[in-house]
């Protein structure tokens, strides 16, 4: 059984920061994509970054310049470094990770639990 754990979130003033971490724990061999998506009351999930196996980066262009994505593919965790936060950051962020394979040919897409966000203004 595959788990992510998201850890990080809370509240902060603008123009603060914060550090989202997200473990995948089971057995893995290996992970393709991982990411950070957000929904905020009464708004559609979307995606915030994603990063690819090999280092990859995409960013939603609301976030380009403040947040970096990074992971550690040997210990299965993906990190969310959020700089200059404004009150529009204001979401549950939920961990994704994409092709996660248990075996050669098994593979499923996992989310996290989520976590709050919240910056005041």
């Known amino acids: 059984q595959v788990q992510l754990v998201e850890s990080g979130g809370g509240l902060v003033q603008a123009g603060g920061s914060l550090r989202l971490s997200c473990a995948a724990s089971?057995?893995?061999?290996?992970?393709?994509?991982m990411g950070w998506h957000r929904q905020a009351p009464g708004k559609q999930r979307e995606l915030v970054a994603a990063i690819t196996n090999g280092g990859s980066t995409n960013y939603a262009d609301s976030v380009k310049g403040r947040f970096t994505i990074s992971r550690d593919n040997a210990v299965n965790t993906v990190y969310l470094q959020m700089n200059s936060l404004k009150p529009e950051d204001t979401a549950v962020y939920y961990c994704?990770?994409?092709?996660?394979?248990?075996?050669?040919?098994?593979?499923?897409?996992?989310w996290g639990q989520g976590t709050q966000v919240t910056v005041s203004s």
């Open positions: 089971g057995r893995i061999l290996s992970i393709a994509d």
């Open positions: 994704n990770a994409k092709r996660v394979f248990i075996s050669t040919f098994n593979y499923r897409d996992y």
